[in-house]
């Protein structure tokens, strides 16, 4: 098992971080989990193709984990993919996909993907989801484990085994023990750390007492950089590999964090990771 960390970004732009996303290949089998701004061209840089990817998992609907799955669709249909589509995640899945399709319904038509491409190759289907309701393939299984992203009611992290490796990818959560219980002793976690940037947004650009109240409630939601070492503490893995950071000090990041877990590293777009091995590769 591979894993390739596409976008390590969150919703404040960063030019050296796309979007959240990670690749997972197993065998000849690619797996998507989120699919943010910039991943398609990530995908590319990493030497793969959107047309060899035929499984994508949502861990929740935010818009910064979503918000490039039109440009894969229609990307795949470009580079004449063979086999359909897969799309997995929690409740509102669906109505997002059919709405995104109706409003690429023009360029679809006005390119003639029925002419290019078999019925089969243009297939998406969409499955909904809940926790441990696990997707299962001929070298993989993928388990949604439910987690605290208040106020996203349906908000997953995807654990991810094949015969020799075990990886968990958190998606967005504040520090929830539950997941670290889910987590335990896997190779790699894959887990989200919020750093309050220098550059605030919302200090910026809000009333003080607002803006105040405004960060407050965001830091309910997000597991901030001292916290994901007591979660890594807690669940074990043989490596922590942090991510969904934006433009972040990373020396400020492993001060917070090596004190509570030691073997951890502050993820960056287009790191790989050889997961039973829990290094980079």
């Not at 075990?166 to 929830?176: E, K, Q």
């Amino acid at each position: 098992m591979e894993l390739t960390l596409l976008g390590t970004g969150n919703p404040i732009p960063d030019p050296h971080r796309a979007g959240p996303s990670q690749l997972v290949r197993v065998g000849d089998d690619r797996i998507l989990i989120d699919i943010g701004s910039g991943v398609v061209r990530r995908l590319v840089e990493a030497g793969e193709s959107p047309r060899d990817v035929h499984t994508v998992l949502v861990t929740h609907m935010h818009s910064d984990h979503t918000i490039d799955l039109g440009h894969f669709i229609i990307t795949r249909w470009i580079l004449f993919n063979e086999r359909p589509l897969t799309l997995v995640g929690p409740p509102g899945l669906r109505e997002y996909v059919d709405t995104l399709l109706r409003l690429l319904d023009w360029d679809i038509r006005v390119r003639g993907f029925e002419d290019r491409l078999s019925e089969t190759a243009r297939r998406i289907e969409v499955r909904e989801v809940a926790p441990g309701e696990a997707v299962e393939r001929d070298y993989w299984r993928a388990t949604p484990i439910q987690v605290d992203h208040w106020p996203v009611e349906h908000a997953f992290a995807w654990r991810i085994e094949s015969d020799d490796a075990r990886l968990v990818i958190s998606g967005d959560t504040a520090p929830y023990e539950p997941l670290a219980a889910a987590a335990a002793g896997v190779d790699i976690l894959v887990h989200e750390a919020w750093l309050t940037p220098q550059h605030e947004p919302a200090r910026r650009y809000m009333d003080p007492a607002k803006a105040e109240a405004f960060i407050a409630k965001r830091n309910r939601y997000h597991t901030s950089t001292k916290e994901v070492g007591r979660i890594a503490r807690l669940a074990d893995p043989r490596l922590l590999v942090l991510s969904h950071l934006g433009p972040v000090n990373v020396a400020q990041v492993e001060a917070d964090v090596r004190p509570q877990f030691a073997r951890v590293v502050v993820g960056a777009d287009l790191l790989r990771f050889d997961v039973r091995q829990a290094r980079q590769a």
